[in-house]
């Protein structure tokens, strides 16, 4: 099937049942943060020592960079690319800040890393809008980076050599596509995002920009201390973003902030599941959804890797907080599942510049039996254990058919083979 034959890309609406009603088809999703390394440390974390935060994760997280070389950084990908591609998700934004060896030694080819990613992605067939990230300080203080850290550093000429170099090479990769990204405001200063925005103006321009802002608490009060502002009216108050940007996170915002967010049209990226994971907190969604602004779903540091628990998560936090069901509902909409899956497919979208895919889902649960569109989408998000990929297709090619794909068992292997070393 064309996906062109049923899904025009600016009619996010189109749901349509099979002919045998088996199967539901619908637009894919775009996952617009990923860290690919990190899925090798997924359930990992869990056990408890004290006081746990995501400052002590972190730590966890930086054990896991000194194990990783492109080989095994290509395996880890390929497996989280196949497995979002199973569960629903056609394009990736890849915030890739792993350039380098733990000591900080760039590698023989320095995209080494960079390459790894666009060959998994290319290995499984999944969109990738591949974003690497400027990360340079340590700190709002700007102190050097150290211990593991060192595999993160380039300063802004590296940074721009890096983007050069890729800028070429991504034409060989179908699918693939370049943005640019920095780390956070505490990893880089407002010279380095200008000078950087400049090269892109003049060989990428529009190109997707992506940052970490307003994570945690933690980091709002530094860059108070330091900036006498919170971080997004920061960044607004020096770099003119708009809708080419994404906000990953921006979890801790006031009223100004989020007006400021709105007016720029930016995308804010959610992680639900991840911020759930590391105890972040939850984005003040309800001040931001009805002023024509998007957000989008990433699976970060892919503890989950469902759109539905995504979703789910996403809602069911703000009801907790308003104690009211049902808040991503509207005038024109009285189905939170159906409000939810076309506002992500619109942001990531957005955030991405990768068009959708097709999905199909399997209806033959007995809990889904009879049911009209908006009665399905929501059955299909918040009952559990029904979301089954059936088949994905990209443009027109069919990536998973019956649930798996044509790689898979060699993938798997190759996966396995690497952690035993």
């Known amino acids: 099937m064309k996906t062109d034959m049923f899904l025009n890309e600016r009619q996010k609406e189109h749901y349509k049942k099979s002919s045998n009603g088996k199967q539901l088809f619908m637009p894919s999703f775009c996952n617009v943060h990923s860290h690919a390394f990190q899925y090798s440390l997924a359930g990992r974390c869990e056990k408890i020592r004290g006081d746990d935060s995501f400052w002590s994760w972190r730590q966890k997280m930086y054990e896991a960079v000194e194990t990783f070389n492109p080989e095994k950084l290509k395996a880890t990908a390929s497996l989280l690319y196949l497995n979002m591609l199973k569960m629903g998700y056609s394009s990736v934004g890849e915030f890739h800040y792993l350039h380098h060896q733990k000591n900080g030694t760039a590698y023989e080819e320095k995209i080494a890393m960079s390459r790894a990613l666009l060959e998994a992605a290319e290995e499984t067939g999944i969109q990738i809008t591949l974003l690497p990230v400027l990360y340079t300080y340590s700190g709002f203080n700007r102190q050097p980076l150290k211990g593991p850290q060192r595999a993160f550093y380039n300063d802004t000429d590296s940074y721009i050599e890096l983007l050069d170099t890729l800028h070429r090479l991504i034409e060989a990769f179908p699918g693939a596509s370049l943005g640019i990204a920095f780390h956070s405001l505490r990893a880089v200063s407002i010279q380095q995002i200008n000078d950087v925005l400049q090269w892109r103006s003049q060989k990428l321009s529009n190109c997707p920009v992506h940052i970490h802002i307003s994570e945690q608490m933690q980091e709002v009060t530094e860059c108070l201390s330091k900036f006498k502002n919170r971080p997004v009216e920061y960044l607004c108050k020096h770099i003119p973003i708009d809708k080419n940007w994404t906000l990953i996170h921006a979890t801790h ?132 254990d029904n979301w089954h990929v059936h088949d994905l297709f990209i443009k027109d090619k069919k990536i998973i058919a019956h649930g798996q794909h044509h790689k898979e068992e060699e993938i798997i292997a190759d996966f396995l083979r690497l952690m035993k070393e």
């Open 253 to 384: 915002l006031n009223t100004i902030e989020v007006d400021l967010i709105s007016k720029s049209k930016a995308v804010v990226g959610l992680c639900p599941t991840t911020e759930a994971n590391l105890g972040d907190g939850i984005f003040p969604i309800l001040d931001f959804k009805d002023r024509d602004s998007h957000f989008a779903l990433g699976s970060d540091s892919h503890v989950s890797l469902n759109p539905a628990e995504e979703m789910r998560l996403l809602e069911y936090g703000q009801r907790l907080l308003t104690q009211k069901r049902g808040v991503f509902c509207g005038k024109k909409e009285s189905h939170p599942g159906k409000f939810l899956i076309d506002e992500l497919l619109e942001g990531g979208r957005q955030s991405l510049q990768q068009d959708h895919g097709l999905i199909s889902l399997n209806l033959e649960s007995p809990l889904l039996h009879g049911l009209k569109e908006g009665e399905l989408l929501d059955a299909l998000i918040f009952s559990s």
